[in-house]
């Protein structure tokens, strides 16, 4: 039975090569106070903005601090945050991450996980997919004893058996699982293997950059979000230019000169090796050619070099400066979020207040919907200058 | 007719009782650090009010701000406490001020002279002042960078500061310092491991039961709750705010029926199990007797309705006994009421708090002629959400005040046991 499990959670994740995410659709990532700690989500939503850039996909980032099923156990709280952080927002894509927070240091009985955690998660799933949701989960990271001791033994069990629950839901309600217990507690056992005191965790229990970077990976990688691919090609001995994940425009070609538009659909990230980012310049003059995108120069390449194509670098041009730019505005639009949910929606009901609590909350997702409208730079004129 | 000459009776008790601070309509605002913003004192003192004066309206909003200092609150005050246009503020600030190191005569100076500010701001905006002493910290469980073994020291200087500053702008002041740090020394001597500041800085309701003692102390408020007198031998009672009927007494039982004016407060239980025989405030916090004469001698058992409140020898009921850490129906009655001033107190901590420009995107983040305009519709929405909150907390603390007398109509029956 359990091998079964195994061959049906590969199915599910190899159904995801292709992107979830479509122009226009909206991921929302809900989960305990661990999510909130926004640093994987940013990321995320800084990679969805830079491969599709103007496309509309929005990221919403709902964290329900606190909400540790295992140790609060509110019962009938959940529901209505599901409504009114996520189900609200209209999502396309949910990913739920939850038993990362509070975790208990003395055994938890399993008719007790069942009731607090199994349960209620189980019901959000079922919720969302009868809502026409597609549901990833994510089960808890692993533990390291080393960073918080005082969980070792009995609070690692518990996040392995939290984990496995996660894994069984995902089963029975057939959603993908983002397996991060496994990813991080491989990457542990391996990086300590090498290197005495590695951590993927601070003293506090949070993940490192490093353990930021590969949790992002890994939810990049549910959504599809595997590499792209972006190629202009400009042949300069008639003037023209196409592109594959982008479009070429305004070809000009003169002695010492080559100038074109290119407008990209899709960029690369700079820690994404995946990507590839290419431009390819045949019927060039030969000897060395400036390159300049922008105002920003990015050095001088043989005309044998980019008739063949050059791989330009992820971190270099002013695509690199938009993902920066896009980094920064996701970090802002996710702390909007959690203050409208932490605000407006986590509250004491107050019946007689509730119209101006909804009016409020209709302006405030109207300010993150036109926040989210901004476009981050993708169009930019190309340079080529041959060198003396 | 006859709630309302109760309610005559209780205020006219009320006013003759040596001019509390607090009055029906009164508006008062709890200043302070984050002690205060614990949101326990604060809630313990409008229990007692709601209990021991029932019908009497008090709008309570409690203004804490964690961190803060009184040179803090200086820039804040207006905007914090003045626009809640109060009638009675409290500020029990210092345990900041002190900034937890040995005593700095120059600290002090500037902590009495932002004091002083306060006072004057808060006078000037039409309140009266009362004021609380910084209370104490605990060695035992204080972080060691934050004090240890030193700042005790500190918070009392800079109570007896305090205690200087009232007396010359005329304000009550309680020191809580010196009452808080009796009862720590004295529960740490018969009970090692002993804390009521888990923390080290921020009391646990041991810790705030002596707090609202001291405030209700300052803001001339304790006073005993109902008490009666039942003479056996005349079947004759003699009630102090509360009426007693349908009094029938036999050889082994006497039964009445009792509707107290005046209730026992809401006590915390771990409050009761620490301090309830170390300290008498609890008991005078609580002051709700029973005295019965007459009664053939032995042990006598009360109940009150389905409670069994306990076992008393005639002699001990001749003098008269305090019921009211004992528990009854009075017990739940007060937990309900607590339970209210808890509700309430998160309510407008979710206004004052939770509701800040701070929580909305501003201005400077606004960088499209959309998302401008926006945000200026997003401020009028917050304001209007605020003011509709504000009312409908102060409505419901208005709301809180009034113990149906249903509620607090008993059958006393004390049964002889064999």
Redesign the interface.
Known sequence: MRKFSWLLLLACTIGLAAPLLKPGDRLVVAGDGYVGQHGVTVRVAAALALHHPGSGITVRVAPMNNLGFLTTGLPGFFPPLLDADVLSVKPRVVVLSFGAEKIKATPVAAAYRQQWFTTPLTDAVKRLQAAGVQVLLTTPPCLDPDAQPALKGAGEANQAADAQAVRDIAVATTVPVIDLYALLHDASTAGKAVTPGFSLYDKGGTLTTNGQALVTNELLRALGETGIASSATIDAAVGTGKGEGCTVTAVKVADTTVTFTRDDTTLPLAWMDADQYMVKVTGLRAGPWKLAVGDVALGAFTADALAAGVALPRGGGPWAVAATQAGERAGRAEGFFAERCGTLTHVIPQPDAEPERQALLAKFDAFLDAYDAHLIPHAWTWTLTKEP | MRRTLCLFLLLLGLALHAAPLLQEGDRMVFCGDSITDQMIYTRLVMDYLALRYPGVHVVFYNTGISGSTAGGWKGGFADHVLALKPTVVSICLGMNDGEYKPFDQQIADGYAANMSDLVRQAKGGGAKVVLLTPGVIDDDTINPTRGKGIYNDTLGKLATTIEGLAAREGAPVFNIHTLMLDVETRAKAATPGFTMIPDGVHPAPPGHVLMAYGLLKALDLLTPAASVTVDTATRTTVPARCTVTDLNVTADKVTFTRTDAALPTYLPPEAVTALGKLTPVLAELNDYRLTVTGLAAGTWALTVEKDAVGTFTADELAHGVNLGLLPGPWTRLAKTVDDRAS?AS??YY?VYH??GAR???QVA?A??P??QA??G??ET??Q??I???V??YE?GERARAEIPAAARTWQWTLTRVP
Do not use: I, N
């Open positions: 509700l998160r309510q979710r939770g509701l929580h909305f995107p983040d960088d499209t959309t998302l926006l945000t519709e997003m929405a917050r209007a959400y003011a509709k909150l009312t409908a409505a």
